[in-house]
């Protein structure tokens, strides 16, 4: 059967555990990549469309045009993972915020503003605004803005670089430090333990927490991340606080780079979607 990645990173071919996963595919399948980097929606659709349908396409970026066509293949009646709607509502934070609290799922107390000088520029919410706080781009991109704020002026110095960027404030939540990462591959759940990046020099070094160690309540939140947001493919960021863990961030087909067993993983989980659309 053929199956497409659609992506728009160059290193993608090289990486660690999507290139290994698609070459042990490729044994049996048909594997072709979309880069997307240089395309307009447009030109890529035009340029699928040149090509015969794949059986399954997976979408390892977030661009604009990626979603775009992939919205154009599941209007042509094929599977992408994850789908165009899944993909842009971890892209999304508002949209995130509103699905997190829709399912009554823990998640910070979150509000949109159209920009940062908007924000500046309303002394109604600065003057009752405890800090800190978590500041962030609206849309979730590479390079986007990921802050804790400690003071108005912190917040002030953002505008020369962010004034015209859509953002959201959030509730800084006090955790232990560490951020607990999930990873899930179909029916496979990873875990690991990460120091905070909001502190200063934090390593990226992660600390496996073996599946028998998970505790449940983890599990589950993470289980109905999936449910809530359609995904087969997905990260999430926990907090642990005094009153229980807290979502903080949920990513569409993360790399899953550093976490043994994913690319075995994601090899039996394309497989397991090949045979049921075999069987459709």
């Known amino acids: 059967m053929d199956i497409c990645l659609i992506m728009d990173n160059p290193e993608t071919p090289r990486h660690p555990v999507i290139a290994v996963a698609l070459h042990r595919l490729g044994g049996s399948h048909t594997v072709r990549l979309s880069d997307v980097r240089t395309l307009t929606g447009s030109t890529a659709i035009a340029q699928e469309?040149?090509?015969?349908?794949?059986?399954?396409?997976?979408?390892?970026?977030?661009?604009?045009?990626?979603?775009?066509?992939?919205?154009?293949?599941?209007?042509?009646?094929?599977?992408?993972?994850?789908?165009?709607?899944?993909?842009?509502a971890c892209q999304d934070r508002v949209l995130m915020a509103r699905y997190m609290e829709e399912a009554h799922l823990p998640w910070p107390h979150?509000?949109?503003?159209?920009?940062?000088?908007?924000?500046?520029?309303?002394?109604?919410?600065?003057?009752?605004?405890?800090?800190?706080?978590?500041?962030?781009?609206?849309?979730?991109?590479?390079?986007?803005?990921?802050?804790?704020?400690?003071?108005?002026?912190?917040?002030?110095?953002?505008?020369?670089?962010?004034?015209?960027?859509?953002?959201?404030?959030?509730?800084?939540?006090?955790?232990?430090?560490?951020?607990?990462?999930?990873?899930v591959i179909g029916e496979h759940v990873f875990a690991a333990r990460r120091r905070t990046p909001l502190e200063p020099n934090a390593p990226k070094e992660d600390f496996p927490i073996a599946p028998q160690e998970l505790p449940q309540e983890w599990a589950h939140i993470t289980h109905e991340i999936g449910r809530v947001f359609q995904l087969r493919l997905y990260g999430v960021?926990?907090?642990?606080?005094?009153?229980g863990p807290i979502i903080v961030d949920v990513n569409s087909f993360p790399g899953f780079r550093g976490v043994?067993?994913?690319?075995e993983a994601l090899v039996k989980l394309v497989e397991k979607l090949l045979q049921e659309r075999q069987v459709v």
């Open 49 to 88: 469309a040149a090509n015969p349908l794949a059986d399954l396409y997976l979408l390892k970026s977030h661009a604009p045009q990626a979603l775009e066509l992939a919205h154009y293949l599941e209007q042509c009646g094929v599977l992408v993972v994850n789908s165009w709607a899944s993909s842009l």
């Open 110 to 183: 979150t509000r949109r503003f159209p920009s940062l000088a908007d924000l500046l520029e309303q002394r109604d919410v600065l003057a009752p605004l405890s800090f800190p706080c978590i500041i962030k781009s609206h849309y979730s991109h590479r390079g986007d803005l990921v802050s804790k704020v400690d003071s108005i002026e912190q917040l002030q110095a953002l505008g020369p670089r962010w004034s015209q960027e859509p953002v959201i404030l959030q509730d800084f939540v006090p955790s232990d430090g560490w951020d607990i990462k999930l990873w």
């Open 237 to 243: 960021d926990l907090l642990l606080t005094e009153h």
């Open 260 to 263: 043994p067993g994913a690319d």
